[in-house]
């Protein structure tokens, strides 16, 4: 199994471009969260997907927005990219009928600088 | 979901238990304790979790007082790939999208 796995690794992007990251899971996990982690920060929810066909805002969702394509997938948007937008990106996944109930697993990240 | 107060950074030396501290005093009845690290800038990696009772994993041990107010992980012989930030974190067991890491404890651990 892959896990969590995410792309871009690494992304430079002008202010004002768009773009979008991918997350995929293999591991048939319910729910689905983007994090950012700035410098020296811990990490802060984006947007998360309890469950396919559903998201909700987390703490910082403002110029983000996300699609839950399907089970294995969940894509994070920047429509319109900032320089305040630069961070370390983070996705994670969990069940709830995991036997450690609300573990998450993520993935290695991705790498956004906006000039 | 109840916040939780660490450390900014604490030093261990290796092959000596690593105990790291964490304050939760407005943790609810139903919030569980889960700890995570975070090896040099990957992903978040889970640890433990526990309610009320300690806890102990192949990784480490989860002390949560009788109060529950606060709590201490336990690495009981640190080595220096333990080396990391650790993030206690207070939540509903099955809403995980409640989760708030805060900026955890930098843990270095010295030869």
């Known amino acids: 199994n892959a896990g969590v796995t995410q792309t871009p690794k690494f992304q430079v992007l002008k202010t004002g471009q768009s773009m979008t990251l991918q997350c995929a899971q293999d591991m048939n996990h319910n729910s689905m969260y983007w994090y950012r982690q700035d410098p020296g920060m811990g990490l802060r929810l984006i947007y998360y997907?309890?469950?396919?066909?559903?998201?909700d805002k987390g703490e910082v969702p403002n110029g983000y927005n996300v699609s839950r394509l399907n089970k294995r997938e969940f894509s994070l948007r920047l429509e319109s990219a900032a320089p305040s937008q630069t961070s370390v990106y983070f996705c994670?996944?969990?069940?709830?009928?995991?036997?450690?109930?609300?573990?998450?697993?993520f993935g290695p990240g991705t790498r956004l600088t906006v000039l | 979901d109840a916040k939780t107060t660490q450390p900014t950074s604490m030093d261990c030396a290796e092959g000596r238990a690593a105990n790291l501290p964490c304050n939760h005093s407005?943790?609810?009845?139903?919030?569980?304790v889960y700890w995570y690290r975070q090896i040099h800038s990957q992903g978040p990696q889970y640890i433990i979790h526990g309610l009320k009772n300690n806890e102990t994993n192949e990784m480490a041990s989860l002390i949560i007082t009788e109060d529950r107010k606060s709590s201490t992980l336990i690495l009981p012989h640190a080595t220096l790939r333990d080396t990391a930030v650790y993030y206690c974190?207070?939540?509903?067991?099955?809403?995980?999208?409640?989760?708030?890491f805060g900026d955890g404890t930098t843990l270095t651990v010295k030869p």
């Open positions: 407005t943790i609810s009845g139903n919030e569980y």
């Open positions: 994670a996944s969990s069940d709830v009928m995991r036997f450690r109930l609300g573990e998450q697993f």
């Open positions: 997907s309890a469950s396919e066909g559903t998201t």
């Open positions: 974190i207070v939540r509903v067991r099955t809403n995980a999208g409640k989760s708030t």
